[in-house]
């Protein structure tokens, strides 16, 4: 898990060269390049734009890094319940 943890800080300290927020190219190039097993729709530039927006809790038009672990959130959340499904289909 340890790694795992790393993996999350280093992906976005490397999108965001460093920096505190994500800028929305950083963001888009991040969600297509990083994530683009886990979700659909991340070749669309307006689709990834919403999604940013959405997440963008104080609308700045930026990424912060809690903003970020919003959205790893979600998508850890979303694998776990589709392998509990999985796992109660088969029992």
């Known amino acids: 898990m340890e790694s795992a943890i790393k993996t999350i800080i280093t992906t976005f300290l490397g999108s965001s060269k460093g920096g505190e927020n994500l ?8 969600v297509k390049n990083q994530l683009g097993g886990l979700m659909e729709d991340t070749n669309s530039s307006s689709a990834v734009k919403e ?15 809690q903003e970020y672990l919003t959205l790893i959130g979600y998508l850890a959340n979303n694998m776990s319940q589709r392998k509990t499904e999985g796992n109660q289909d088969t029992s």
Do not use: H, I, R, T
């Open 51 to 65: 999604m940013q927006q959405g997440l963008d809790e104080n609308n700045d038009g930026k990424v912060s890094f």
């Open 23 to 30: 800028s929305g190219s950083s963001f888009q190039k991040l």
